[in-house]
């Protein structure tokens, strides 16, 4: 609760001064970007923009995939404890596109795979 509170204050702050900016013909978006391993991310930004009736095309919403999230929030692991695993299966994808889509799906432009490379997929 209090780191998404801690979120939603700085969400409110991007988003007002995209828009100030925004009216002074800057033409700011506020852009919010996501992954699936960074932690609560997607619930975050997602539950901040449907309590605050942000219409998705006045945001712009990116997240990744390929990466699983697995250290519950401890910041210091056990020697050799990794926070995060990566998993570029096509059963991995399948999975973790249905959760962004729960977490922030209407809101999403741009879904990409996280830090492919040739051994990785």
């Known amino acids: 609760e209090t780191m998404q509170k801690r979120a939603d204050d700085v969400m409110d702050a991007l988003v ?4 100030k900016r925004k009216d002074s013909n800057e033409g700011l978006i506020p852009w919010f970007d996501c ?21 998705a095309d ?6 990744k995939w390929g990466y ?27 999975k973790q596109i249905k959760e962004t889509e729960k977490e922030i799906g209407d809101y999403v432009n741009l879904y990409q795979v996280h830090s492919a490379t040739f051994d990785s997929g």
């Open 16 to 19: 007002a001064e995209c828009s």
């Open 35 to 55: 992954a699936r391993s960074y932690g609560l991310s997607e619930k975050f930004v997602g539950d901040y923009l449907r309590k605050s009736s942000i219409k």
């Open 58 to 63: 006045e945001v712009y919403v990116s997240s």
């Open 68 to 94: 699983t999230y697995v250290a519950e929030w401890k910041v210091e692991l056990g020697e050799g404890d990794p926070h995060e695993v990566k998993d570029h299966s096509v059963d991995n994808f399948l």
